[in-house]
C-alpha cells in the first residue's frame, strides 16, 4: 500500500507590517527619485519585492532592519529639526534627511543609512540591469566562461 502524499502548503513569508510599506516607499524615492517623482504603482512593487528580500533573513536580522526603519521614521526632530515623520517629508527634504543621515559623525546613523541604501540598491538595480547591458537569464556567454574557465 502506497504512502499518502502530504499537502504542505507554502505561504510567502512576510515581515513588514502596515507601517513599514509607507517609509520603505518614502525611502526608495528619497534614494532614486532624481530626475522627478517615480511611479507609485512600481514604488509599491518595489516595496513588496524589499520585503520579501529580507524575509528570508533571520529573524535577528529582520527584528533589526525593522527597528532601522522605526528609527528612520521618528528621528527627522533630531537630524532636521522639523516636528515630522519621515514618510510625511517632502521628497526636498526626505534627501536631505537622507544626506544628513549619510554624513552623520553618530555612527549609528550613518550605519542604518548604509544598511538600508545597500539593501535598496541591490534591488531596485536589479530591475534596471538590462539597461546596463546585462543579458539577464540568457547568459550563454558569461556560463560558458564559467564553464570553459577563460573568456573567447
Known amino acids: 500500500m502506497a504512502k499518502p502524499l502530504l499537502h504542505v502548503a507554502d505561504y510567502p513569508r512576510t515581515t513588514f507590517g502596515a507601517r513599514h510599506l509607507p517609509i520603505v ?7 532614486f527619485a532624481h530626475d522627478g517623482l517615480l511611479e507609485p504603482a512600481r514604488l509599491a512593487r518595489f516595496a513588496v519585492d ?17 527597528a532601522m526603519l522605526d528609527i528612520i521614521e521618528w528621528t527627522p526632530l533630531f537630524v532636521l529639526g522639523k ?15 537622507l544626506t544628513r543621515l ?5 555612527v549609528s546613523l ?15 538595480f536589479e530591475d534596471e540591469l538590462e539597461l546596463l547591458g546585462y543579458p539577464g537569464p540568457e547568459r ?8 570553459d574557465g577563460h573568456d573567447d
Open 102 to 106: 549619510e554624513r552623520s559623525r553618530l
Open 140 to 147: 550563454v556567454r558569461y556560463l560558458s566562461v564559467v564553464q
Open 110 to 124: 550613518a550605519l542604518i543609512f548604509v544598511a538600508w541604501k545597500t539593501l535598496l540598491t541591490m534591488l531596485y
Open 25 to 31: 516607499v518614502a525611502l526608495a524615492e528619497g534614494f
Open 83 to 97: 516636528a515630522s515623520t519621515f514618510t510625511s517629508l517632502s521628497l526636498e527634504d526626505r534627501a536631505r534627511y
Open 50 to 66: 524589499v520585503d520579501g528580500a529580507i524575509s528570508t533573513a533571520s529573524k535577528t536580522l529582520r527584528f533589526g532592519l525593522l
